[in-house]
């Protein structure tokens, strides 16, 4: 199992939530799931700018069974073949769930696992904890500590640390809706952990002592976020920030009026893996495909095309 010192080191960059393709009919499509890691690794992705994060809310975990989650850890695994770090989602309702994807992440050598109490009741401390040594009596794999805030319970920062004392943790996936809970967060986490910056403010957290943030685009232009990350380990802040804005203002734009339509995260990334020829499937509901229009997908392509022109002339 990695160290906290480890994981530092070892994720660095962005962390990629990697898109689950399906089929017009529904079924898991593996092949192009192993096609789209394999252009990403071709675009130059390497340990030191890009972590693998599988099967989490934009891989749509919770449109998946346990062995369709299974199979798509494994897909993923075998094409990375230890080129990148991976981190995998073990969220469920149902802890064997949790368990059976950490032995698997374990057998795999996955770096860690993407973890959060339990979701669908409202949260109380010793529930989460209690849930998360369940888990860590079954498996010696890492946790990535998950507050999913916005889809369960905000966990108080005292509960993170709490967590952090199990052995099995090494990392934080952290975000907070109140942004001096954030930094204080970070600032109480970083020390012991690697911490994960999973707002929209990636400028600030990396300011904050973030080593790694989330983003959807490497999905379908990873250039952008490896462009942000070097700019900011050379604390050009001020370049980053205008670099984030420049692209980030007009896609929030487009991927808001998908998000204010349907549910889930996999349905507005698709449109933009579509605009630059990869096959991002199908959504399976409640996500609706048909809540991207036409102009939508028009939009995707004239921004990602004047993007890519863009940052060929940097």
């Given at each position: 199992?990695?160290?906290?010192?480890?994981?530092?080191?070892?994720?660095?960059?962005?962390?990629?939530?990697l898109v689950t393709p399906f089929a017009a009919d529904g079924a898991l499509d593996l092949a192009s799931l192993r096609a789209n890691v394999r252009w990403l690794l071709d675009?130059?992705?390497?340990?030191?700018?890009?972590?693998?994060?599988?099967?989490?809310?934009?891989?749509?975990?919770?449109?998946?069974?346990?062995?369709?989650?299974?199979?798509?850890?494994?897909?993923?695994?075998?094409?990375?073949?230890?080129?990148?770090?991976?981190?995998?989602?073990?969220?469920?309702?149902?802890?064997?769930?949790?368990?059976?994807?950490?032995?698997?992440?374990?057998?795999?050598?996955?770096?860690?696992?993407?973890?959060?109490?339990?979701?669908?009741?409202?949260?109380?401390?010793?529930?989460?904890?209690?849930?998360?040594?369940?888990?860590?009596?079954?498996?010696?794999?890492?946790?990535?500590?998950?507050?999913?805030?916005?889809?369960?319970?905000?966990?108080?920062?005292?509960?993170?640390?709490?967590?952090?004392?199990?052995?099995?943790?090494?990392?934080?996936?952290?975000?907070?809706?109140?942004?001096?809970?954030?930094?204080?967060?970070?600032?109480?986490?970083?020390?012991?952990?690697?911490?994960?910056?999973?707002?929209?403010?990636?400028?600030?957290?990396?300011?904050?002592?973030?080593?790694?943030?989330?983003?959807?685009?490497?999905?379908?232009?990873?250039?952008?976020?490896?462009?942000?990350?070097?700019?900011?380990?050379?604390?050009?802040?001020?370049?980053?920030?205008?670099?984030?804005?420049?692209?980030?203002?007009?896609?929030?734009?487009?991927?808001?009026?998908?998000?204010?339509?349907?549910?889930?995260?996999?349905?507005?990334?698709?449109?933009?893996?579509?605009?630059?020829?990869?096959?991002?499937?199908?959504?399976?509901?409640?996500?609706?495909?048909?809540?991207?229009?036409?102009?939508?997908?028009?939009?995707?392509?004239?921004?990602?095309?004047?993007?890519?022109?863009?940052?060929?002339?940097?």
């Amino acid at each position: 199992m990695l160290t906290p010192e480890l994981a530092t080191a070892r994720w660095r960059g962005v962390v990629a939530p990697l898109v689950t393709p399906f089929a017009a009919d529904g079924a898991l499509d593996l092949a192009s799931l192993r096609a789209n890691v394999r252009w990403l690794l071709d675009r130059g992705a390497r340990q030191g700018n890009t972590i693998l994060l599988v099967g989490g809310s934009g891989g749509d975990f919770t449109a998946m069974n346990l062995d369709e989650r299974l199979q798509v850890i494994r897909a993923v695994a075998e094409v990375a073949a230890g080129q990148l770090p991976i981190i995998a989602g073990a969220q469920s309702l149902d802890i064997r769930d949790s368990i059976a994807i950490c032995r698997l992440c374990e057998e795999l050598g996955v770096d860690a696992v993407q973890i959060s109490g339990p979701f669908y009741y409202d949260g109380r401390p010793d529930d989460v904890v209690a849930w998360m040594e369940e888990v860590a009596r079954h498996t010696g794999i890492g946790f990535a500590i998950y507050n999913n805030w916005y889809t369960g319970y905000d966990m108080p920062l005292d509960l993170i640390e709490r967590l952090l004392e199990l052995p099995n943790s090494i990392g934080v996936k952290w975000s907070s809706p109140h942004r001096d809970t954030f930094v204080e967060g970070v600032r109480r986490f970083a020390p012991r952990a690697a911490v994960v910056d999973n707002t929209l403010d990636t400028i600030a957290g990396h300011l904050a002592g973030c080593r790694a943030f989330v983003s959807h685009f490497p999905n379908f232009y990873p250039e952008f976020c490896w462009r942000i990350w070097e700019l900011m380990e050379a604390f050009n802040y001020h370049q980053a920030q205008q670099e984030f804005d420049r692209l980030m203002v007009p896609y929030r734009a487009l991927v808001s009026k998908i998000a204010s339509q349907t549910a889930g995260e996999g349905v507005f990334v698709r449109p933009a893996m579509a605009a630059v020829g990869l096959n991002g499937g199908h959504s399976r509901p409640p996500s609706r495909d048909s809540a991207v229009t036409p102009e939508l997908r028009q939009g995707f392509k004239t921004l990602l095309a004047e993007a890519s022109d863009a940052g060929r002339r940097l």
